[in-house]
């Protein structure tokens, strides 16, 4: 069964440094998402991708914040200067189609810890 | 505002118990609901969902979720868990216009042999 996967696994970065986190989604999906969990609160959406658009985000995806799909399999985001608050899991997922009828596939997350 | 609310944070329970787990939501407007799991080491997955029509869906696992629209409630329940049911639970609401999942906090769901 094919699955979303995340690289890396875990990442420590120094505050004010750029990280990119990368995913590569299931290859027949469409629309694309990136979501955050930080320790000991709830999943929270931070942006969908479609065409190379973003169709929705969130107030917490400002402008440090980007994303990308550099090439036909990868989708990325960025932090540009990435903060003590930017610790935390994030989560790549992938829809055949987007909107709210459509499952929206996880990967296993890349855990970002900012010192 | 909106918000999605899991009332049991933590829950153990011992194999063959039953389980229920609680999730309200506050949304204007038309919603889609789900439960998702994650075990131990592994992402989150999808255990059911409902858009429409009978208010009690069936998912993976013998999982299954009643709607409540008047109550604004979306329970999970499993009639007898077994130790491999040991993961998180998370509720989440999406707006039937939008994109975005919106979770509640989840569960931790621990069950003892």
């Known amino acids: 069964e094919p699955e979303v996967t995340q690289t890396p696994s875990h990442q420590v970065t120094q505050m004010g440094q750029e990280v990119i986190l990368r995913c590569v989604p299931i290859?027949?999906?469409?629309?694309f998402y990136w979501y955050r969990q930080i320790l000991g609160q709830k999943v929270e959406f931070l942006v969908s991708f479609y065409n190379n658009e973003i169709s929705e985000k969130s107030e917490i995806f400002d402008d440090q914040f980007s994303v990308e799909r550099p090439d036909g399999s990868n989708f990325t985001l960025k932090i540009r200067s990435t903060k003590l608050e930017d610790s935390a899991m994030y989560f790549c997922a992938g829809s055949i189609r987007g909107g709210s009828s459509y499952e929206q596939y996880f990967g296993p997350g890349t855990r970002l810890t900012v010192t | 505002a909106q918000s999605v609310s899991q009332h049991n944070h933590h829950v153990i329970l011992s194999e063959a118990a039953s389980l229920e787990l609680g999730c309200n939501y506050s949304?204007?407007?038309?919603?889609?609901l789900f439960w998702y799991v994650q075990y131990p080491g592994q992402h989150l997955q999808l255990l059911l969902k409902?858009?429409?029509?009978?208010?009690l869906v069936k998912g993976i696992k013998g999982f299954e979720a009643e709607f409540i629209k008047s109550k604004f409630s979306f329970n999970l329940r499993k009639p007898s868990v077994q130790w491999s049911d040991t993961a998180e639970y998370f509720c989440?609401?999406?707006?039937?216009?939008?994109?975005?999942?919106?979770f509640g906090k989840g569960t931790s769901l621990l069950v003892t042999p």
């Open positions: 290859s027949n999906h469409l629309y």
């Open positions: 409902y858009f429409s029509g009978d208010p």
């Open positions: 949304y204007g407007g038309t919603v889609n």
């Open positions: 989440a609401v999406i707006q039937v216009s939008g994109y975005a999942l919106n």
